[in-house]
Structures are given as structure tokens and as C-alpha cells.
């Protein structure tokens, strides 16, 4: 970075340089026009779109753009920087920049009202002699960029490779277990072999379902923009998921009631995608839910109302355990699993939700998540009737 702007920095100076050496009576004119508007470089400050501040000689701020009063709303134009500011590392980089002419980066960490990592860049205004300028000489431009949505960024990131290599080194690990047991110990045992093949075969699928989730995760994130355009007819999805889901269903002891909404209960929207929506929803009921739990999944029209036009909502209800209070807000995240072992254990790999958040985001529609201990959960997505 540091090097980076050093670089670009000569790079601007050899070209002004040249521009100079080859406009030298129009940078006359240019000199004496800027001398008695002397307000240009405020001109330039304000527009520069990071925060800046430009300081006198002795560091009392001349100047300062809207980003910057909106970082620091206490700072006052013509006192010094050092009242607000006490960072001995960025006065310290106002020094050598005064020094040596060169730009000067500093990290500041403010741990008030909210964490922030900002990186200060002194630099020295070099040029003509502006100390007769009235209102005092520009002397050194600062300007701060805020790191924190950036380093947030990145710490998603970071956190979502270390969780997705996480969840496939659990099944591989195990994977090769059975592969040195079938190699060794339990070469000549066909039992154990029928038995072990099988237990691979669940891992395997595991680590396909796995990536195909996350593959569902990056190809609707990379359409987020883009809204569907397809008419769906959200009955008609709802009978179609139930039917492809009554086996499952069987398998699990759960009861599925089907409620419809009257005539169409049309949307815009991808077909693909809602239906995928209404299975890992569905398929949360199930696993969930408990043996011989019911599974609501209803489709209803509402009335416009507030200035919204009318709707459509697509929920499944069941009546298991329900989700203790606290872990509603991040369950749509990715990863993320109230009990991680009980997720594991029925194969779940914290993508489902994740997957119905961003989906329900691109077709402009809102989630709902109601779920009570002891009560039972409902998922609802309510989306925009055509
Ligand atoms: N209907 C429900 N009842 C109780 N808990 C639920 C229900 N639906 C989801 N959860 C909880 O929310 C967590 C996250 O669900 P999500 O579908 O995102 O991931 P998963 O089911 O663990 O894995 P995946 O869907 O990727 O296979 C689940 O682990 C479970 O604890
Ligand atoms: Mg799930």
C-alpha cells in the first residue's frame, strides 16, 4: 500500500514536473489567478471523497471536508488537530511528512462510540509559496480512510473458508479412517466391509451435499442483483414440494397438512429457487421437528395495506421443540447451527437457511422466523402478488 502510493506520488510529481516545464507562462497565469482566489484548494477538499483535512504550518486545521466532520464532529476549524486528535502515531507521521516530503500512513484504532481501524495519510502540500494566502497557508493534507467494513470483509471471508474447509475435513477424515481400516485390520472381513462401505457412502454424500450447497449459495449471490423474472404460481409450487417430499416425510413419522390459497397465488419469481426455498424449510420440519411431528405448509393472499401492494405468503409451521430466543437472530447465517452436533448428526451443514435468506433477497421478499420453545417454528416468505 505504502510503497504503492509512493510510487504513484512520484509518478504525479515527474508529470506535474514535465507539465510545467512545458506550460510555463500558462502556469504564470495559473499561479496569479489562484493567488487572489485563494478558496481553490478548499474547492478540492470538499470534494475529495474520503474524509481530509488540511492544517497550517503549527497543525491548526484551516479546513475540513463533510466526511471528515461526520468522523470527527467535535474537531474546530482553526484550532489544532492535536485537541481532538491525540494520536501520538499521526503526529508523529505529520512530522516526518514535514520532514521528508514523502506520504506518511498511520493506523488509528478508535474504540469509541464503535470500534473502527482508519488509515491516516499525511502529506505535505508542496508548490508555490502560499504563506501570504489569506486565512493561513495549507501545509499538510490528511486524509482518512475507515478499514472496518473492509476488515469486516475480510474476517467473513476468513470465517466462511475456515468453516467450509472445517465441515469437508470432517467427513474426509473419516473417510480415510475407513480406508486404512479396509486396507488393513478389516481386509479379509466382508462384514465390516458392507458395514464400513455403507458408512462411506454417507460421508461421501455429506461432502456432495455440502458442496452443492454451497455452489446454491454463490450462483444466487452472483444473481442478487438481478431479479427473476418468471410468473410462478406459488400453489402450484407448494403441491409440487409436498408431493417430491412425502417420502421423506414417511420416512420421517411426519404428517403433512396442505393448505392452498384461493384461484392463483402468482409471483414473480424463479421456480427453481422457490422450490428450493419450500424444501429446506420443509425439510428443517422434519428434521427437527422430531418423529411423527406435523408439518404445516400453507399458502395464504394478503390485502394490501400501508401502501404495500397485496401479497403472498408461503409458510411451513410444525410443532416440535421450537428455537430458544436467542438464536434467532443468526440463524439465517451461514454456518451458523444453535447445537452444532445435533446438526451434524442428522447431516446438516448450517447452509439451509443461508441458502432461503439470499433467495427470499433476490426476490425483493421478506422472511419471517416465529418460533417458541416447547411451541414449534414457522417459516413464512411473503412475496409481491402479480
Ligand atoms: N423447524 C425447525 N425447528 C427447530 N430448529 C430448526 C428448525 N429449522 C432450523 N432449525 C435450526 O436452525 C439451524 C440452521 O438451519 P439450516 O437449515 O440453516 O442448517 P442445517 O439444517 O443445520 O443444515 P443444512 O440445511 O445446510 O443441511 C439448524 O441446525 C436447527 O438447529
Ligand atoms: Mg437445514
Same mark, same amino acid.
Do not use: C
Given at each position: 500500500?505504502?510503497?504503492?502510493?509512493?510510487?504513484?506520488?512520484?509518478?504525479?510529481?515527474?508529470?506535474?514536473?514535465?507539465? *510545467? !516545464?512545458?506550460?510555463?507562462?500558462?502556469?504564470?497565469?495559473?499561479?496569479?489567478?489562484?493567488?487572489?482566489?485563494?478558496?481553490?484548494?478548499?474547492?478540492?477538499?470538499?470534494?475529495?471523497?474520503?474524509?481530509?483535512?488540511?492544517?497550517?504550518?503549527?497543525?491548526?486545521?484551516?479546513?475540513?471536508?463533510?466526511?471528515?466532520?461526520?468522523?470527527?464532529?467535535?474537531?474546530?476549524?482553526?484550532?489544532?488537530?492535536?485537541?481532538?486528535?491525540?494520536?501520538?502515531?499521526?503526529?508523529?507521521?505529520?512530522?516526518?511528512?514535514?520532514?521528508?516530503?514523502? $506520504?506518511?500512513?498511520?493506523?488509528?484504532?478508535? !474504540?469509541?462510540?464503535?470500534?473502527?481501524?482508519?488509515?491516516?495519510?499525511?502529506?505535505?502540500?508542496?508548490?508555490?509559496?502560499?504563506?501570504?494566502? $489569506?486565512?493561513?497557508?495549507?501545509?499538510?493534507?490528511?486524509?482518512?480512510?475507515?478499514?472496518?467494513?473492509?476488515?469486516?470483509?475480510?474476517?467473513?471471508?476468513?470465517?466462511?473458508?475456515?468453516?467450509?474447509?472445517?465441515?469437508?475435513?470432517? $467427513?474426509?477424515?473419516?473417510?480415510?479412517?475407513?480406508?486404512?481400516?479396509?486396507?488393513?485390520?478389516?481386509?479379509?472381513?466382508?462384514?465390516? *466391509?458392507? *458395514?464400513?462401505?455403507?458408512?462411506?457412502?454417507?460421508?461421501?454424500?455429506?461432502?456432495?451435499?455440502?458442496?452443492?450447497?454451497?455452489?446454491?449459495?454463490?450462483?444466487?449471490?452472483?444473481?442478487?442483483?438481478?431479479?427473476?423474472?418468471?410468473?410462478?404460481?406459488?400453489?402450484?409450487?407448494?403441491?409440487?414440494?409436498?408431493?417430491?417430499? !412425502?417420502?421423506?416425510?414417511?420416512?420421517?413419522?411426519?404428517?403433512?397438512?396442505?393448505?392452498?390459497?384461493?384461484?392463483?397465488?402468482?409471483?414473480?419469481?424463479?421456480?427453481?429457487?422457490?422450490?428450493?426455498?419450500?424444501?429446506?424449510?420443509?425439510?428443517?420440519?422434519?428434521?427437527?421437528? &422430531?418423529?411423527?411431528?406435523?408439518?404445516?405448509?400453507?399458502?395464504?393472499?394478503?390485502?394490501?395495506?400501508?401502501?404495500?401492494?397485496?401479497?403472498?405468503?408461503?409458510?411451513?409451521?410444525?410443532?416440535?421443540?421450537?428455537?430458544?430466543?436467542?438464536?434467532?437472530?443468526?440463524?439465517?447465517?451461514?454456518?451458523?447451527?444453535?447445537?452444532?452436533?445435533?446438526?451434524?448428526?442428522?447431516?446438516?451443514?448450517?447452509?439451509?437457511?443461508?441458502?432461503?435468506?439470499?433467495?427470499?433477497?433476490?426476490?425483493? &421478499?421478506?422472511?419471517?422466523?416465529?418460533?417458541?420453545?416447547?411451541? &414449534?417454528?414457522?417459516?413464512?416468505?411473503?412475496?409481491?402478488?402479480?
Amino acid at each position: 500500500m505504502v510503497t504503492m502510493s509512493k510510487q504513484l506520488d512520484a509518478a504525479w510529481r515527474s508529470i506535474t514536473a514535465r507539465w *510545467r !516545464r512545458a506550460h510555463g507562462a500558462a502556469q504564470d497565469s495559473v499561479t496569479t489567478e489562484s493567488t487572489s482566489a485563494g478558496a481553490d484548494w478548499r474547492v478540492l477538499l470538499a470534494a475529495l471523497p474520503d474524509a481530509a483535512v488540511v492544517l497550517d504550518p503549527a497543525s491548526r486545521v484551516l479546513d475540513a471536508n463533510r466526511p471528515f466532520l461526520e468522523l470527527y464532529p467535535d474537531v474546530q476549524i482553526g484550532a489544532p488537530l492535536s485537541r481532538w486528535l491525540r494520536n501520538p502515531d499521526l503526529f508523529q507521521a505529520i512530522e516526518a511528512g514535514t520532514e521528508s516530503g514523502q $506520504p506518511e500512513v498511520v493506523t488509528l484504532l478508535h !474504540r469509541l462510540p464503535v470500534e473502527r481501524r482508519i488509515a491516516a495519510r499525511a502529506i505535505r502540500l508542496d508548490g508555490r509559496d502560499m504563506s501570504n494566502m $489569506p486565512g493561513g497557508a495549507p501545509f499538510m493534507l490528511i486524509t482518512f480512510r475507515d478499514l472496518t467494513e473492509q476488515d469486516k470483509l475480510a474476517q467473513m471471508r476468513e470465517d466462511f473458508i475456515a468453516n467450509a474447509s472445517h465441515e469437508l475435513r470432517t $467427513p474426509l477424515a473419516s473417510l480415510r479412517g475407513f480406508i486404512e481400516t479396509l486396507q488393513g485390520p478389516a481386509r479379509d472381513d466382508a462384514a465390516a *466391509r458392507e *458395514r464400513f462401505l455403507a458408512l462411506m457412502a454417507g460421508q461421501a454424500a455429506r461432502m456432495t451435499r455440502l458442496i452443492d450447497d454451497l455452489l446454491s449459495l454463490s450462483r444466487v449471490e452472483m444473481r442478487a442483483h438481478v431479479m427473476p423474472r418468471g410468473r410462478i404460481d406459488l400453489n402450484e409450487v407448494a403441491s409440487h414440494v409436498v408431493e417430491t417430499l !412425502r417420502p421423506v416425510a414417511d420416512a420421517a413419522h411426519a404428517e403433512i397438512t396442505l393448505a392452498l390459497a384461493s384461484g392463483k397465488a402468482g409471483v414473480r419469481g424463479d421456480h427453481d429457487e422457490l422450490v428450493q426455498v419450500l424444501t429446506n424449510l420443509m425439510q428443517n420440519a422434519f428434521i427437527y421437528g &422430531g418423529t411423527g411431528v406435523n408439518v404445516r405448509v400453507e399458502v395464504t393472499k394478503l390485502p394490501a395495506e400501508h401502501g404495500r401492494p397485496e401479497r403472498v405468503r408461503l409458510s411451513v409451521s410444525d410443532n416440535g421443540p421450537g428455537i430458544a430466543k436467542e438464536h434467532l437472530p443468526r440463524l439465517t447465517e451461514r454456518f451458523y447451527r444453535p447445537s452444532v452436533s445435533a446438526s451434524r448428526s442428522k447431516g446438516g451443514t448450517g447452509l439451509g437457511l443461508a441458502i432461503v435468506k439470499h433467495i427470499v433477497a433476490r426476490h425483493r &421478499g421478506e422472511l419471517e422466523i416465529h418460533s417458541e420453545l416447547g411451541k &414449534g417454528s414457522t417459516f413464512a416468505v411473503v412475496l409481491d402478488q402479480i
